[in-house]
Every structure is written in structure tokens, then in C-alpha cells.
């Protein structure tokens, strides 16, 4: 009986250590593990640059770029040069993705609702979709010139297609006992569209707006890489062609927090438009 008490209390014993570390993990708040992760990804890169013998113009230290950082931050709040231009990149992502969102509606629920539409329509833009789209930036300088236009029609061209797709699957994502029901009580073709067809397609719809916002970013900053002049993806290439990258570091980092607020502008949209859906 000595040994069938000990026993459990010997269990408990061993257990603690790890009840413990496993209290620690979930005490901490949901964004220590990511800080936790950057931190010891920064460490690393520190390290490589100062021991490992790698040139600086090769791949710069986090400080050089975290020096590049502020520089580019006193910029943009002071209203400087790159101030200016990076309200270019965002007025083509914006008029880009308003195009991109216009047209994709308008197709999607062509698509969605008529025969032509899946037949005809939906593998002329499956094909586009395939192509090498990066590969169309020529294009459109060649066609629209330097300046905005080409820039913002390049951004809706990136970004149409996840647009199309989720507002078709949305429009006919109708069961067939939520239209009998509709047509029962009389509706007119009107309120099954408006109240029935757009009411279940708007989530489907906001799955494919987020991505598409994201694209805009990457076909407006493209088009800058190539049609030039102006934009914040020009100072990117322009910096890379003075093998500047503790700059080119930099301004990709403002990239990507622009691209991460047009993200959260959606999805923060989606849930105000959408409180209806459990899984917005």
C-alpha cells in the first residue's frame, strides 16, 4: 500500500515541470511567440553580417536597415520626396482595385447566373489568369504611356480574377429550398437578386477582395519597376541600381506595411458589412 501511495504522488511530481512550462506558453499573449521568432530571425542576421565575412553591399546588417528605416519614416511624416511618392503607388492601388472591383462584380455575376457566362466568358479569363500577367506591364506603357493610367490598369488587371471567381461562386452558392421559399412568397426577380443572391455572395465576395487587394499592390509596384518615373516601386529600382539595399530593405518594409493595412481595411469592412456571418 506504501508503494500504490507513492506512486501517484511521484506522477504528480514529474508532471509539474511540464505543467508548468505549458502555463508559461499559454500566459504568454498571442503575439510574444511572433516577437519572440523576429527577434531571434534579427539575432541571426546580425550575426551572419559581423562573423560571417559577407559584404555589406551584399546583404546589409538589420541596423543599416534599420537606420534606412527612419530615415525613410522622417520622409514620409515630414511630407518629403518619398512622401509623394508613395501617395502615387497608393492613389494606383486604389483606382486600380475600385476598377478591378467594378468589373469583377459585373462579371462575376454574369458568370454566375447565365450559361454563356461560365462557358464563354470564364475561360477567357482562366486563360489570362494562367498567363505570366508580370508579363503585360510592357504592354500597358506601350498602350496607356508612363504616367498613372498604365500603373492602375496594370494593378486591376493583377488583381480581377480572384474577384470574378468569388463573386460567381457567391451568387450561385443558393440552396434550392432558399429559392423555392422566395419564389413561393412571390418575389420578383429583383429581391431574390438583391436580398437572396447578393446577401449569401458578400462573404464569398470579401474572400476574394482581400486577395485582390494585396494584387493591386503587386501590379501597381511591377508596373512602377518597369514603366519607371514615378511611384514607390521606382525608388525601389532605383535604389537597387545604386546597390543600395539597406534602402531597398527599407522601402520594401513600407511596402509591406501598406500592403498589410489594405488587408485589414478589407477584412475590417468585411466585418462590418458581414456581422451576419459567423465566419467573418
Known amino acids: 500500500m506504501v508503494l500504490t501511495r507513492s506512486q501517484p504522488t511521484q506522477a504528480r511530481t514529474r508532471r509539474r515541470p511540464t505543467e508548468g512550462r505549458r502555463g508559461l506558453l499559454a500566459r504568454m499573449p498571442s503575439w510574444a511567440p511572433v516577437l519572440i521568432s523576429i527577434a531571434v530571425f534579427l539575432a541571426a542576421w546580425q550575426l551572419l553580417v559581423t562573423f560571417g565575412g559577407i559584404s555589406q553591399l551584399v546583404l546589409p546588417s538589420p541596423l543599416s536597415v534599420a537606420e534606412q528605416v527612419v530615415i525613410v519614416t522622417q520622409q514620409l511624416f515630414v511630407g518629403g520626396f518619398l512622401a509623394g511618392q508613395l501617395w502615387i503607388t497608393v492613389q494606383e492601388i486604389l483606382l486600380g482595385f475600385v476598377l478591378a472591383v467594378v468589373v469583377g462584380v459585373i462579371v462575376g455575376i454574369v458568370v454566375g447566373l447565365t450559361s454563356f457566362g461560365r462557358r464563354g466568358i470564364m475561360p477567357l479569363f482562366v486563360l489570362l489568369d494562367a ?14 504611356g508612363f504616367g498613372i493610367a498604365s500603373k492602375f490598369l496594370m494593378a486591376a488587371f493583377m488583381s480581377i480574377f480572384p474577384i470574378i471567381v468569388s463573386t460567381a461562386q457567391g451568387v450561385a452558392a443558393v440552396e434550392p429550398d432558399e429559392l423555392k421559399l422566395f419564389q413561393s412568397m412571390k418575389a420578383s426577380r429583383w429581391d431574390i437578386f438583391w436580398k437572396l443572391r447578393v446577401h449569401r455572395a458578400l462573404p464569398y465576395l470579401f474572400t476574394g477582395l482581400k486577395i485582390a487587394v494585396v494584387a493591386c499592390l503587386t501590379g501597381a509596384v511591377a508596373a512602377e519597376f518597369i514603366g519607371g518615373g514615378i511611384g514607390f516601386g521606382e525608388q525601389v529600382r532605383v535604389a537597387a541600381a545604386r546597390i543600395a539595399l539597406d534602402r531597398v530593405f527599407a522601402l520594401i518594409f513600407f511596402l509591406s506595411l501598406l500592403g498589410l493595412a489594405l488587408f485589414m481595411s478589407v477584412a475590417w469592412l468585411e466585418k462590418r458589412l458581414t456581422f451576419w456571418n459567423v465566419r467573418s
Open 131 to 144: 498567363t505570366p500577367k508580370i508579363a503585360f506591364a510592357p504592354v500597358f506603357i506601350a498602350w496607356f
